[in-house]
Antibody, heavy 119, light 108 residues
Framework: VHLLESGGGLVQPGESLTLSCAAS????????MHWVRQVPGKGLMWVSR????????AYADSVRGRFTISRDNAKNTLFLHMSGLRAEDSGVYYC?????????????WGQGTLVTVSS | EIVLTQSPGILSLSPGERATLSCRAT???????LAWYQQKPGQAPRLLIF???TRATGIPDRFSGSGSETDFSLTISRLEPEDFAMYYC?????????FGQGTMVEIK
């Protein structure tokens, strides 16, 4: 199992950014997927999840309405579109594979991509 | 929201010693849906334990988990040099899925 995030960077408050996660080594379309954020030197926070076909999504309260998770099962890729970014959205964003279909613990993680929101 | 509090914040031990890490929840974690992760500097977290006491694939048997309802623990029976790291617990019984703040196991 290999998960590789990309798309992080430095953006100003209010701007948008889209993260990607390329998956390989497993049947991507069979698993729910998640995004988890970590503020450097601090803890972990679940951000969002998407079901296997991409028809159902869920978000943490702090990002609902601003972030959109999606997936392309044909290209084995997970996305997180972030808009209206705030300083508190800064951190390392990991994509993580669910144990299966809605277990909500994270069996495999990517190496993360850093998002910094600052003026 | 279930808040998980881990203790101690830092555990200073020597290789070969036994480590016991605690994770306490503000309300009962139903079905013992609690997981443990290990994270080393510059790396992503790695799943160690799920369902309170089931080791993930490839995790050595010196790692064990126990507990129920609101009190859980991770035990490392004999610390190996590669075990010095940060450890997080996570509950997946109630949304939002939450993590503890972590316990650092450092070399004494």
């Amino acid at each position: 199992v290999h998960l590789l995030e990309s798309g992080g960077g430095l953006v100003q408050p209010g701007e948008s950014l889209t993260l990607s996660c390329a998956a390989s080594g497993f049947t991507f379309s069979s698993y729910w997927m998640h995004w988890v954020r970590q503020v450097p030197g601090k803890g972990l926070m679940w951000v969002s999840r998407i079901n296997s076909p991409g028809s159902d999504t869920a978000y943490a309260d702090s990002v609902r309405g601003r972030f959109t998770i999606s997936r392309d099962n044909a290209k084995n890729t997970l996305f997180l579109h972030m808009s209206g970014l705030r300083a508190e959205d800064s951190g390392v964003y990991y994509c993580a594979r669910d144990h299966g279909t809605g277990w909500y613990y994270f069996e495999n993680w990517g190496q993360g991509t850093l998002v910094t929101v600052s003026s | 929201e279930i808040v998980l509090t881990q203790s101690p914040g830092i555990l200073s031990l020597s290789p070969g010693e036994r480590a016991t890490l605690s994770c306490r929840a503000t309300q009962s974690v139903s079905s013992n849906y609690l997981a443990w992760y290990q994270q080393k500097p510059g790396q992503a977290p790695r799943l160690l334990i799920f369902a309170t006491s089931t080791r993930a694939t490839g995790i050595p048997d010196r790692f064990s988990g126990s507990g129920s309802e609101t009190d859980f623990s991770l035990t490392i029976s004999r610390l190996e040099p590669e075990d010095f790291a940060m450890y997080y617990c996570q509950q997946y019984s109630n949304s939002p899925w939450t993590f503890g703040q972590g316990t650092m196991v450092e070399i004494k």
